[in-house]
């Protein structure tokens, strides 16, 4: 069951038509989420927001915007692009995805590297509880009082309740903006750029690296200009006032430099700049010329460990006999490994998956997390408990009741079966909380 | 991991006592309600120390008891700095964390809850629990170090704690100026800090020294350079939150209720001080009709809570009650009703 709500108080109406029918339910925006949190499972009522699709007002003075959870992401943007503001959180999807996806699985994207995650950029959240009833988490105020309770939901995954008016953040933009892309001849030395660019003080706006096969992938796809020659390339971005800028853009050029890089090329304006950044969101297109199906990895790793685990993640591949490339935020340590295939191949799915559990394990063992900015959902929920004890994921399950007692919001995503535990210790009888 | 004996220990004390409290420097004690007092209330320290610290990470994890001048001077070698910016360099990280009281640079560096990575606490079971993870991004799992951050000590007791670096800004200048401070921060791209007194404007500039002197010639009007704005000072003491857009109005309030009072413009918090209660609650008072709220941090014994009820006061008491249901954790601090149902 299906249905289309065009307003919060229909979301109300729909959410407790799943009460009355004892039906689960589960948010759905655009479907672009990749660990499967938007996913039915055994016929819940899916209420999705596209219909909540109205940026409901806009405050140039106190730089926020009131939306509701179907407004597409870049649509925002252009909706604010002519008062010089926009919204900074910028995953792949931000054409298509929601907002209200975004909040759900607190999307990352490439300029998160200095500007933060979805998380940072929202202010309120009214949400309907699993019971019908609605509340305001968070506000226009710099803190709530109490429990950050905003904070908790960001990143739910539909899990606490439905989102049905949000304020997000609006962000100035830069006065300046530039572009660079390095080459390398070995992964090595683009690992050793990104430590050296952090070491010396400067934290890019983006900081993205691609690998030899996408990136020969990529220029025989849209033509940016790459080296199909390298071994990998940085794509950088660096935003502020100009002497700031220039001054970042020159130790980025010496920290290539020393580190080996071929060439620093920094777009000459706009529409070189233009086409740098077309490269980079241009992969996932440019992988469908080489094999029908792919599969997207996303785990993060401390940044000292990018190397190290990329060639473990190499080796992975090697030894399952697939192709692998990576396209991802080198900034902030968050890998994507891409696995490419047909799926019409037999006996591939399986090695697909085997390198995939191989990928999360090898992150997690340089001390790294299951995912940046894809969420759990259904995909990752049984590797939970490769990061977290039962006692921690105990704590995550009492989080989630406390906001959904009756379980009736997304159920079965994020945690594994049994993630509660035995009863912590009972209330001393006539002891009053 | 902080000494494995200490921690044993420390878990073994929680899980025994009827009543417990975190306590760090006492640099924020009286925060947010009175401090928990009574024979049974037993008080516990987190263990201190940098557990790991990589600069090229732009992370560092520390146990929760550490000083927060101790981490700043610990950074500041490797030109770094996690900016907490407490209002005195002897509260703890931790306790910093539980009160969930921003520093002054919020404006750019963003909110306390922003800064926190991973949180390691031990719950009313004296079990220890991670949250979060250590890596700069992360949305693995729900959110319990945004939860924890701002719990005055009701959720579980935190003793360790990773958190994002910066690098420190090359210069860091302060300016004054009688412009109208919303014209000030509508001219600026990316002050630190817009501080108001109702008659001065003081701007804290962060960056390249070329950056700042380009925004320093945006301010309008006439400007000095200046020192750092000494917090308003007095024996009752709060801290205001009301949208942005009401700190205008609310001065003129502020000024007739009797208080100092230094608001950060583009943010909305406002600090207060007053010579009595009376002050202070006319303060809060003022707050409260713009839609704010006010936190006692010093003084004022009377002015427990925040002066409006909790939004989602039924949730709120079930979040707390999911960690502790016993109440045992700083007793008298976040006040919520009773859980029916």
Not at chain 1, 171 to 191: H, K, N, Q, S, W
Not at chain 1, 366 to 390: C, D, Q, Y
Not at chain 2, 288 to 308: C, I, K, M, N, S
Request: glycine fraction near 12%; hydrophobic fraction near 45%.
């Amino acid at each position: 069951m299906v249905c289309f709500p065009r307003t919060g108080a229909e979301v109300v109406h729909a959410v407790r038509a799943a009460v009355r029918h004892d039906r689960a339910f589960v948010a759905r925006g655009s479907g672009t989420g990749l660990a499967g949190g938007a996913t039915p499972v055994d016929e819940p009522l899916v209420i999705v927001t596209t219909r909540l699709n109205r940026v409901l007002e806009v405050s140039v003075d106190e730089r926020y915007a009131w939306v509701e959870p179907g407004v597409l992401n870049l649509d925002l943007t252009r909706e604010v692009a002519h008062l010089g503001l926009h919204y900074a959180p910028d995953p792949s999807s931000q054409q298509a995805c929601t907002i209200g996806g975004n909040v759900a699985t607190n999307a990352g994207g490439p300029h998160c590297l200095s500007s933060g995650v979805t998380a940072t950029h929202v202010l309120a959240v009214e949400v309907v509880f699993g019971d019908g009833s609605v509340a305001m988490l968070g506000g226009l105020e710099p803190d709530a009082p109490g429990y950050d309770l905003r904070g908790c939901f960001v990143g739910s995954e539909g899990t606490m309740g439905i989102a049905t008016r949000i304020a997000v953040r609006l962000t100035p933009d830069p006065p300046v903006v530039r572009t660079l892309l390095l080459d390398f001849t070995t992964i090595e030395d683009a690992g050793a750029t990104v430590s050296g660019i952090i070491a010396a003080g400067i934290v890019p706006a983006a900081l993205e690296m691609m690998d030899a096969e996408i990136t020969k992938a990529v220029e025989d796809y849209v033509g940016a200009g790459y080296p199909r020659d390298a071994a990998a390339v940085l794509l950088i971005e660096v935003d502020g006032l100009a002497d700031g800028v220039a001054h970042q853009v020159a130790a980025i050029t010496r920290v290539g430099h020393e580190h080996g890089a071929r060439t620093v090329r920094v777009a000459a304006d706009e529409a070189e700049r233009a086409l740098l950044w077309k490269g980079r969101k241009s992969a996932f297109g440019a992988i469908a010329r080489i094999a029908p199906d792919y599969y997207l990895h996303d785990a993060v790793v401390p940044r000292t460990k990018l190397v190290e685990v990329l060639r473990q993640v190499y080796a992975i591949a090697h030894e399952q006999q697939l192709t692998m490339m990576n396209v991802f935020h080198a900034g902030d340590g968050n890998l994507h490994p891409l696995i490419v295939f047909d799926a019409r191949e037999p006996g591939v799915w399986e090695r697909v998956h085997r390198a995939g559990d191989e990928i999360l394990a090898a992150c997690v063992a340089a001390g790294g997390v299951l995912s940046g900015e894809h969420g759990i959902g259904l995909e990752k929920r049984e590797a939970m408990p490769l990061v977290f004890s039962p006692d921690d994921l105990d704590a995550q399950a009492r989080l989630r009741d406390a906001f959904d007692p009756s379980g009736r919001a997304n159920p079965q995503k994020v945690l594994p079966r049994g993630s509660r535990c035995g009863e912590l210790q009972r209330v001393p009888e006539g002891a009053w909380i | 991991m902080p000494a494995l004996a200490e921690l044993d220990e420390l878990c073994d004390t929680v899980a025994r006592a009827r009543a417990v409290a975190p306590i760090g420097g006492r640099t924020h004690w009286e925060v947010g309600g009175p401090p928990p007092t009574g024979d049974d209330v037993v008080l516990v320290r987190a263990p201190s120390g940098v557990v790991t610290y990589d600069p090229a990470d732009l992370t560092v994890t520390v146990g929760a008891g550490t000083r927060c001048g101790e981490l700043a001077a610990l950074l500041a070698v490797d030109g770094q700095e996690c900016a907490l910016d407490p209002r005195d360099p002897d509260a703890t990280v931790g306790g910093l964390l539980a009160t969930g009281l921003s520093g002054r640079r919020r404006l750019r560096h963003g909110p306390l809850r922003d800064r926190v990575l991973e949180v390691r606490f031990v719950n009313a079971d004296g079990r220890v629990v991670k949250g979060g993870g250590p890596t700069v991004k992360n949305v693995t799992g729900f959110d319990l170090p945004r939860l924890l951050v701002g719990s005055l000590g009701t959720i579980g007791v935190m003793v360790q704690v990773t958190v994002r670096c910066e690098p420190l800004p090359a210069v860091a200048e302060w300016f004054a100026t009688d412009a109208d401070p919303f014209a000030v921060r509508a001219a600026l791209y990316r002050p630190s800090c817009i501080a108001w007194d109702g008659t001065r404007t003081r701007v804290l500039l962060e960056g390249v020294r070329a950056d700042v002197e380009a925004e320093r010639a945006a301010i309008p009007g006439a400007c000095t350079t200046a020192a750092a704005p000494t917090g308003p000072d007095g024996a009752h003491r709060g801290r205001i939150s009301v949208r942005p857009s009401a700190l205008a109005a609310l001065g003129d309030a502020l000024d007739r209720a009797g208080v100092r009072w230094s608001a950060e413009v583009g943010v909305g918090t406002v600090h207060v001080a007053g010579d009595d209660e009376v002050a202070l609650a006319g303060a809060r008072a003022a707050a409260v009709d713009r839609g704010g709220w006010l936190l006692r941090e010093a003084g004022a014994p009377a002015l427990d809570g925040f002066g409006r009820d909790l939004p989602s006061p039924r949730l709120s008491a079930r979040v707390r009650a999911a960690f502790d249901p016993a109440g045992k954790f700083s007793p008298g601090r976040l006040p919520t009703e009773a859980v029916d149902g």
